[in-house]
Structures are given as C-alpha cells and as structure tokens.
C-alpha cells in the first residue's frame, strides 16, 4: 500500500495518442470510422437538404441553423483524432500534477511536523506497513530502524490491534483488486470512444441525434477526469493519513492513519 500510487499510476495514464502513427492499430481502426462517419455526414446532409426542400421539420432542420452544426462537424470529424489526443494528454498532465502537490504537501507534514517525544504511545517509529506490523507481532519488542521514535503500547492494546490488524490489510488488498479492475475496464472505454469519436461528431450534427453525442462526451470526459479526481482523492487521504499518524498518541490511531 506504500508504493500503490506509482502500480495504479500505470492503469490511470492512457497512454499518449500517436496522432502522426499512420501505420498504428488505434489509427487504422480510427480511420475506418472516420470514412464511415464521412458516408454518414453525407446522409446527415442530405436530410437537412430534403427536410429544407419538403418543409418538414423546417423548424429543426432550418439552413441557418444548421450550417454552424455542419462547418464543427465536418472539421471534427476529420481531427477527432487530435481532439482526443489533447483531451488525454491534458488527463494525465493534471492527474501527475495533482498527486505530486499532494505528494510535496505531505512530504512537508512529514518533515516539519513534530510529535512530543516523551508521550506515552509515540509512533512516530513506525510510518509503513510492514514496520508497523513487525511491531505488533514480535509484542512490541521489535525496534524500527531508521525512523526514530519509541513506541509504547501495552500487551493487551498490542493483542487488539492484532486483531483489528489482519481484516484491514485484507479490505485493503480486495479494495486495491476492485481498483484495478474498474481501471482496466477504464483504459478499454477510451480507447473504444476515441475509435467512435468521428460517429459521435456526425450525432451533433442533427437536433435528433445529438443526444448520442451528449452521451459520448459526457462518458469520455467522465474517463478522463477519473485520474485527476482519483490523484485528489488519493494524495489528499495519504496527506490526511500522514497528518494523523505524526500527531498519534496510541497504536489504534497509528493503524487509523495508515487505513485512511
């Protein structure tokens, strides 16, 4: 859990679009729905000329409101592929940026935070995991090398905290397994939407079938806010959880911090 940000890292950052990659598997594929949504601006542009000519639906499909629409869709759907490749670089920018102020934050707290080191319970010795639960299990006998600090906990607090111990590492790892999971599924999604980016451009074209586009914007901004608001959440909680473990006063507060 100590190093978890840099493995979930990986699943969160999509990897850079090579829009200049002509000969790449996402760009073929991209550049087949491209024609197709090419064949379908066309059909789109022969309905409104039909809808203007029959006076069917004039009100929808009048010229002068739909020329705006047909100028962005047939520039978009040609550079889709840029489009999306900014929005994904601009993800990731935010997303590392984000996590490294938290990061700096804490690694601040860390530093200049102070602890009264005669208090009953000092755990200023065991800042990770694994010497935490060292501790614990060798009875509070074990000595944490490198960190400073003394702590001090009664048998009986050593014996619950044993217990609290396991399930909490166990809810740990099954939450870390769920994470990387939706992440996965994550990574297929966008991939799966900038494919179909041209086809959603063609949707804005028309009053009926903009909706579709609405959908896809809204489920590939939704993607690719997912890292930045997943760089708050989780800087914020390790920022939080260092404040709580340099001011804990017993063992239950030190496992409280590193649970948060």
Do not use: C
Request: charged letters at 5%; a neutral charge.
């Amino acid at each position: 859990m100590d190093m978890v940000f840099n493995l979930i890292a990986q699943f969160m950052e999509v990897q850079p679009l090579q829009v200049n990659n002509t000969s790449g598997t996402l760009y073929q594929t991209w550049n087949v729905v491209r024609s197709i949504a090419n064949v379908a601006f066309i059909i789109a542009f022969i309905i409104i000329i039909y809808s203007q000519i029959t006076n069917i639906q004039v009100n929808n499909y009048g010229l002068k409101r739909l020329i705006p629409r047909l100028i962005i869709a047939a520039v978009a759907v040609n550079l889709s592929d840029f489009i999306a490749a900014i929005a994904v670089d601009a993800s990731n920018i935010l997303g590392y940026s984000l996590q490294d102020l938290f990061m700096a934050l804490q690694h601040n707290v860390v530093a200049t935070g102070s602890v009264d080191p005669g208090a009953q319970g000092n755990i200023n010795s065991a800042a990770s995991w694994g010497a935490f639960t060292a501790f614990v299990i060798s009875g509070g006998t074990a000595a944490v090398a490198g960190i400073g600090g003394t702590l001090v906990a009664s048998g009986g607090t050593l014996t619950a905290i044993a217990f609290i111990l396991l399930p909490t590492l166990v809810g740990l790892i099954l939450a870390l397994m769920v994470v990387f999971l939706i992440l996965a599924a994550r990574q297929a999604i966008i991939i799966i939407l900038v494919i179909i980016a041209p086809l959603a451009m063609v949707a804005y074209l028309l009053p009926n079938t903009e909706k579709w586009f609405e959908k896809w914007r809204s489920l590939f901004m939704t993607m690719l806010i997912f890292f930045p608001a997943f760089a708050v959440v989780f800087g914020g909680a390790q920022l939080a959880g260092s404040i709580i473990i340099k001011n804990a006063d017993s063992p239950t507060m030190q496992l409280l911090g590193m649970a948060v």
